[in-house]
């Protein structure tokens, strides 16, 4: 165990006590010592060769098969680690990086465990989704395979079992997108969801009661006027639709709420997650995702600190937030949260990845604050601008000029372009609220980019 920890004066001291206790019985202490080194040695990293041997064969075969077959050779690793998500995020990355495609589960297509299509694309395991249990699996491919493709809502909660496939397991299914195949979108099968439910309970009742002439293989939604069109209900923003599949599938999958932050972040960290390498005491790096997990506790002295976890649509890291971090930051420490770490990465001898402390933590605006040096705003006057857009560019900046961050502008025309850096009256505080409001003004004519550098 001292040699795993790989610490000095533990092997120091287990070093003297297995010298002494050789000698104690006979051994002559340079042969034990020598005996020692070579244990030493062997514990930085050894194998014996038949291990050795087995894994190098594995690893040949499994790298054959990724060259060859990746599609079937990822679907079957994703496959292998389903409920452990941390692993599915990176794999799904890898999956992204080598150009497969990973498409949605599909209630008329989806295996149990991940599979590949005809279009040679990932498709999504029914068995991955949270609250979607093997039973209620089992019955819908059973039916499935019996009957055919499912044709709507309708269609499909008449034919299940409902004491396998209940409701729960139903909005895991659109949350995670495994009904969109009905072509509708998933606030409109949720809106749905009770009146189909309510139709297939009433015509199983009647069923048992003998009243079979009104429970055909016939019947559908259109004949009994249940469904209302996708028009009829508000369509969920991006936002509501992400976090809805994060909970049914443990990750984002058709997006990701950081993508639209990525151009700006990339300026401004270091490190993408899968990136992060151990550094030095004094190599400050930074990385940036959202807070996926959040577990408080209590140091020895009885102060609190937290430990986040983030994930970047790369992969997800732990990050160490000691007490006096803890106490100005805590309010930031939610999930679902963008927050920019800058720290230290270190090896983690437990876990042999890489662990990270958080020196500072920032959400986006504080590090447009800490890190910005100015905001451009391009103008494309090529057709014209307001006569009154001066004006109304400063009535825009106005309520914003109380921060520290410069402001220059790009005016572009055919004939001749200009760079205005204003003034120090006109230093503002970088909020998303100000880049809108400057790029209303003129839609599609004016642009503002935060830069972290000149």
């Not at 019955?139 to 055919?148: F, L, S, T």
């Not at 609190?304 to 000691?322: K, P």
Request: charge should be neutral; glycine fraction near 8%; proline fraction near 2%.
């Amino acid at each position: 165990r001292a040699m795993g920890k790989k610490k000095p004066e533990e092997m120091a001291q287990q070093r003297e006590i297995f010298t002494e206790g050789a000698v104690a019985r006979g051994v002559d202490k340079r042969k034990a010592t020598y005996i020692f080194d070579l244990m030493e040695k062997f514990a930085g990293y050894g194998f014996n060769k038949s291990h050795s041997a087995a894994y190098a064969l594995v690893s040949y075969q499994t790298a054959w098969l990724k060259a060859h077959y990746p599609a079937e050779f990822m679907a079957a690793v994703l496959s292998a680690d389903m409920s452990h998500t941390d692993k599915i995020v990176l794999m799904i990355e890898d999956c992204r990086q080598i150009g497969l495609k990973i498409v949605s589960p599909n209630v008329n297509h989806s295996a149990y465990k991940f599979s590949v299509d005809a279009q040679n694309r990932i498709v999504y395991g029914l068995g991955a989704i949270k609250g979607v249990g093997e039973g209620a699996i089992e019955n819908i491919m059973q039916v499935r395979a019996e009957r055919g493709p499912f044709k709507d809502l309708f269609d499909l909660c008449i034919n299940i079992d409902n004491r396998k496939v209940t409701r729960r397991t139903l909005e895991a299914l659109v949350f995670a997108g495994a009904l969109d195949v009905f072509g509708m979108h998933r606030a409109a099968l949720m809106g749905n969801l009770e009146a189909a439910l309510q139709a297939s309970d009433q015509l199983h009742k009647n069923a048992n009661l003998g009243q079979t002439d009104l429970f055909s293989d016939q019947i559908s939604s259109a004949d009994l006027g249940i469904m209302a069109p996708s028009s009829v209900f508000p369509e969920w923003s991006d936002q509501t639709r992400l976090t809805n599949e994060k909970t049914s599938l443990g990750l984002y999958l058709t997006g990701h709420p950081i993508t639209r932050f990525e151009p700006e972040l990339n300026k401004l960290i270091t490190h993408k997650i899968i990136n992060l390498r151990p550094g030095g005491r004094n190599d400050k790096q930074i990385i940036a995702g959202l807070i996926v997990a959040v577990r408080t506790m209590n140091t020895k002295r009885g102060d609190r600190m937290a430990f986040i976890t983030l994930e970047d649509r790369t992969g997800r890291q732990e990050v160490a937030i000691f007490s006096d971090l803890f106490t100005e930051v805590r309010e930031l420490l939610k999930k679902d949260t963008l927050v920019i770490v800058q720290g230290n990465a270190a090896n983690d001898e437990y876990s042999g990845g890489v662990k990270v402390r958080a020196l500072k933590l920032y959400d986006l605006l504080a590090a447009r604050v800490a890190f910005a040096q100015k905001i451009r705003l391009e103008v494309d006057a090529g057709e014209g601008l307001a006569a009154d857009f001066v004006d109304r560019l400063k009535t825009t900046l106005q309520p914003f000029t109380s921060g520290t961050c410069k402001v220059e502008l790009q005016y572009k025309r055919a004939a001749a372009s200009a760079l205005m850096h204003f003034g120090s009256e006109w230093l503002v505080k970088p909020t998303d609220d100000l880049l809108q409001a400057v790029e209303g003004l003129a839609l599609g004519k004016v642009t503002a980019t935060v830069c972290y550098n000149d």
